[in-house]
Nanobody, 120 residues
Framework: QVHLVESGGGLVQPGGMLALSCEAS????????MAWYRQAPDKQRELVAR??????TYGDAVKGRSTISRVFTENIMHLQIDNLKADDTATYIC???????????????WGQGTQVTVSS
């Protein structure tokens, strides 16, 4: 069964660095765009960063201090956010468009989410 495996997160100090990874596991036939979203309490889910074969997109809140990358041969995505702020506290959720086999259309998969808390 294809699923997304997230790693990283936890408690990070203000000004510190966050590193998250997400792997599309379960032997997918093909993986398309991958992205990280985040959701804080009482706020809407927002895009953090997205990577496709054509390039990258960053949300305004992290633009200029984050980097998304991907190992296409292993279907693994990495995200680094520098200079963390209290406002970066949220649940970070991996997203990927996955073809589970060559016969069916792609499915939009979501990870379970990993909590990131920025606090001293």
């Amino acid at each position: 069964q294809v699923h997304l495996v997230e790693s990283g997160g936890g408690l990070v100090q203000p000004g510190g660095m966050l590193a998250l990874s997400c792997e599309a596991s379960g032997n997918p036939w093909s993986v398309g765009p991958m992205a990280w979203y985040r959701q804080a309490p009482d706020k809407q889910r927002e895009l953090v960063a997205r990577i496709t074969k054509d390039g990258t997109t960053y949300g305004d809140a992290v633009k200029g201090r984050s980097t998304i990358s991907r190992v296409f041969t292993e279907n693994i995505m990495h995200l680094q956010i520098d200079n963390l702020k209290a406002d970066d506290t949220a649940t970070y959720i991996c997203n990927a468009v996955v073809w589970t086999n060559e016969r069916l259309p792609p499915t939009n998969f979501w990870g379970q989410g990993t909590q990131v808390t920025v606090s001293s």
